[in-house]
């Protein structure tokens, strides 16, 4: 009964969701989707877009439930029964006091299962883009996808899993009609084997020589990030004054393309792309206590971001101490014992001490590291964890902050440490729905 009455509450909702789309008829829809990194590239492509036009966004929202919402211009409250039953009567009210206008919509489309309603098809049922870009494919939500993959072998049943994750991200790019464009990282070979099939016109971006804008370099310092690329046989410079890891590059080489895709060159774009800031959460740098230094990448994590983040670290860090506040990393399914013991093996090349915090890294992370007798604590207390990083942090330390967001909520770790009070509201998930769910999140 409870899945009946949810599939007719999203057809409820995808269909005023379609009559508010043809309000705007001649917006152009750029669907975003990748495992990591959805919604910086969102916000990277809004950075240029919106000095050529009105643009609106899918933000705090890639499902099911959460695109139509956004086009009708509805946001839940705190996803109780009532609160449902609150959107649902405002469904079609939206209708006659909706009368906003824009020139582009960018969309984020996150899938966490090949079957519907959390796969790519049933999304491209809700919304159709005028151009698809396909970010990268990896474990990150792999557990939706467990059962298609039959191999025991830990690392074979990893490459299989992220052949299937992108076979299903690429039906954007493959849902694309024949006029539109599908902008893909043609580096993931996965993609790559998939293009042949696609019918919209494509730019590919990348490393590889094949890549239509092609990633030459990019350099990170603790002044910023500079990323050179070339396009059409010019050779740009994008210079960033926050602090990215260098898979970023794949970012905003793929903001860039989508850019072009548009019909906005890089010397156009390329000003209004150098304003970006790194969102909440997500590789941002404060000062901390102690004459410290944060990277709060307390969002989320996975496999892949989990490495790229402590490469940062040690990058950054050079010298100076090197702490690495870690927690789980939530919805690898079957994945998540090898993930976890990979991560010891990360965080002795890349760190000097680890904090660790949540059921699986203390069931497998935590022992490897014991064994190699690497300084090392597990705390199940946010309480005790905080405290514990105030009596190791030396001056001039270099605190990385990492980790899954149910019950795991490491922004409170990084507030515990902030030199400016003020800089708690640059931190993410603020607000009373997330304040709640905190406070009932381990202690």
């Known amino acids: 009964m409870k899945k009946l009455l949810s599939s007719w509450v999203l057809s409820y909702f995808r269909f005023f969701a379609g009559v508010q789309l043809k309000k705007n008829p001649n917006a152009t829809i750029i669907g975003v989707t990748g495992s990591d990194g959805k919604t910086s590239l969102r916000l990277a492509i809004v950075e240029i877009l919106k000095t050529h036009g009105t643009v ?44 906003e206008h824009y020139n582009y919509y960018v969309v984020e489309m996150g899938i966490d299962s090949p079957d519907a309603p959390k796969n790519m098809s049933y999304l491209l049922k809700i919304i159709r883009p005028h151009v698809g870009v396909v970010l990268n494919a990896t474990l990150t939500h792999s557990a939706g996808f ?5 191999d025991t072998s830990p690392l074979r049943r990893m490459d299989k899993l992220i052949k299937v994750i992108a076979k299903e991200k690429m039906l954007l790019a493959k849902g694309i009609g ?17 293009k042949r099939d696609i019918t919209a016109r494509q730019i590919t971006f990348g490393k590889s020589q094949k890549a239509d804008l092609r990633i030459v370099s990019c350099s990170v310092t603790r002044q910023g990030f500079t990323l050179t690329f070339s396009y059409q ?9 926050d602090v990215f890891p260098e898979a970023y590059a794949y970012t905003f080489a793929a903001a860039l393309a989508t850019a072009a895709a548009v019909g906005i ?49 040690k990058s950054l860090g050079g010298r100076n101490k090197k702490i690495a506040v870690i927690g789980d990393m939530r919805e690898l399914g079957l994945s998540e014992k090898i993930a976890h013991k990979n991560l ?15 059921d699986l890294t203390r069931d497998h992370t935590l022992p490897v590291l014991v064994s190699k007798k690497f300084p090392v604590h597990h705390f199940t207390k946010m309480y005790d964890l905080t405290k514990y990083i105030h009596s190791i942090v030396k001056p001039k330390s270099y605190i990385l902050v990492k980790g899954s967001q149910n019950t795991i909520y490491l922004e409170r770790a990084v507030e515990s440490i902030l030199k400016n009070p003020a800089d708690v509201a640059k931190l993410c998930r603020r607000g009373t729905y997330w304040e709640n769910l905190r406070n009932k999140a381990l202690k």
């Open 56 to 99: 609106k966004h899918s933000a705090h929202a890639n499902s099911e439930s959460g695109i139509p919402l956004n086009i009708l211009g509805l946001r839940p409250k705190n996803y109780s029964a009532l609160d449902w039953l609150r959107l649902t009567i405002l469904a079609p009210v939206q209708l006659m006091v909706n009368r």
């Open 146 to 150: 467990d059962h298609l993959v039959k």
């Open 178 to 194: 024949h006029k539109g464009v599908a902008v893909f990282n043609i580096d993931q070979k996965e993609f790559a084997a998939e």
């Open 233 to 241: 046989g010019q050779t740009h410079k994008l210079v960033l004054t």
């Open 265 to 313: 060159p890089p010397l156009i774009s390329l000003p209004s792309l150098s304003k970006y800031h790194a969102p909440s959460g997500r590789m941002r740098i404060f000062d901390g206590v102690y004459d410290s230094t944060i990277i709060d990448s307390s969002y989320n994590a996975s496999p892949q971001t989990m490495l790229e983040a402590l490469k940062l670290l």
């Open 344 to 358: 010891a093996d990360w965080l002795l090349l890349y760190c000097d001490e680890a904090l660790l915090f949540g």
